[in-house]
């Protein structure tokens, strides 16, 4: 079956860039997507990238796509306390439902002020 | 559109009992997706519904748990008997947009069964 793999932990320096990194293994996965969860709280939809692009830039958020590779990372640019929380990776795979997404187990990122 | 949203925010209940959860998606997609967020296992999709139909719920733990989804406009999770073990956050999740490839969430039905 798919699986999306991401590294659990990063730490980085406020005003540092961070960039987090997934891995997945699924070549027919159309959409991959950011999502990010902050304590106590839902998952946020960041952004998303179609897998025939392999950069997508949003404000700080840039994203870039290894198809090849099943290689997908997200760099956030000057990063902020804030931006501290969760982010997880997910693939969709097209159904009759939509997307159904698989997703990574997350990467909780500290920033250190 | 005020997004998915999820009933109760936060439950405590003893074993036993039966727990409902609810969800109202956005409007204009007939897909609907629960998920189970633990510590253990992280983000486990339960089930998901194409047109009020469910069409893969292999992802149901086992029977004490069972999803409908009556209309386009709402869904309800339940489980009976609950058990401790099923502690989690619980999700909803609605596609939207014209292509309905974005995906929202909504803030969780955090359940603990004590």
């Known amino acids: 079956g798919e699986d999306v793999e991401q590294s659990l932990f990063l730490s980085v320096r406020e005003g540092d860039s961070s960039v987090i990194n997934c891995t997945y293994t699924?070549?027919?996965?159309?959409?991959l997507y950011w999502y990010k969860q902050e304590p106590g709280a839902g998952l946020q939809l960041l952004t998303y990238?179609?897998?025939?692009?392999d950069m997508k830039q949003d404000q700080r958020l840039t994203v870039l796509l290894n198809k090849k590779d099943k290689h997908l990372s997200l760099r956030i640019a000057d990063t902020q306390t804030g931006d501290s929380a969760i982010y997880f990776c997910?693939?969709?795979?097209?159904?009759?439902?939509?997307?159904?997404?698989?997703f990574g187990g997350g990467t909780r990122l500290m920033v250190k002020p | 559109d005020a997004g998915v949203i999820q009933s109760p925010r936060h439950e405590v209940t003893e074993m036993g009992q039966e727990v409902t959860l609810r969800c109202k998606p956005i409007?204009?997609?007939?897909?609907l997706f629960w998920y189970r967020q633990t510590m253990m296992r992280g983000l486990e999709l339960l089930i998901y519904f194409n047109n009020n139909v469910p069409i893969d719920d292999s992802g149901m733990p086992e029977d004490r748990f069972s999803a409908k989804m009556p209309n386009a406009s709402f869904s309800t999770l339940k489980i009976q008997p609950s058990e401790p073990r099923d502690s989690a956050v619980y999700f909803c999740a609605s596609p939207a947009g014209t292509s309905g490839n974005t995906i929202y969430f909504g803030e969780g039905s955090w359940l603990t069964v004590v």
């Open positions: 409007s204009g997609h007939n897909s």
């Open positions: 997910a693939e969709g795979s097209p159904n009759n439902a939509g997307n159904m997404l698989t």
């Open positions: 990238i179609f897998s025939n692009m």
């Open positions: 699924d070549s027919s996965s159309t959409y």
